[in-house]
Nanobody, 126 residues
Framework: QVQLVESGGGLVQAGGSLRLSCAASGRTLSWYVMGWFRQAPGKEREFVGAITRSGGTTTYADSVKGRFTISRDNAKIAVYLQMNSLKPEDTAVYYC???????????????????WGQGTQVTVSS
């Protein structure tokens, strides 16, 4: 399995930006569809978005569409989540995850992903 480590979380004011990184090791990153999820206290894990193996197609949850952008660099074996116009409701622990296969909003199902990082905390103050 691929090992994943997220970084880049922190405290930011509403309207600000953060860029999360997900570093991979153990397997070739280009084998995997990569996803980002988040989990706020007391809530279920929520799909944020996903990117295909080549990086050519991305899918986003409606709640982040137009504000968040997922990209990947298979040569650097990393995936990124650029978050702009952050809102207090974006506060959560953010996780990256790897799936051998999913497509479009089928990637919104966490069970499609076999490997997960440990998460990084994002806190947006109002």
């Amino acid at each position: 399995q691929v090992q994943l480590v997220e970084s880049g979380g922190g405290l930011v004011q509403a309207g600000g930006s953060l860029r999360l990184s997900c570093a991979a090791s153990g397997r070739t990153l280009s084998w995997y569809v990569m996803g980002w999820f988040r989990q706020a206290p007391g809530k279920e894990r929520e799909f944020v978005g996903a990117i295909t193996r080549s990086g050519g197609t991305t899918t986003y949850a409606d709640s982040v569409k137009g504000r968040f952008t997922i990209s990947r660099d298979n040569a650097k074996i990393a995936v990124y989540l650029q978050m702009n116009s952050l809102k207090p409701e974006d506060t959560a622990v953010y996780y990256c995850a790897a799936a051998t296969y999913c497509s479009g909003y089928g990637c919104a199902d966490p069970t499609a992903f076999r490997s997960w990082g440990q998460g990084t905390q994002v806190t947006v103050s109002s």
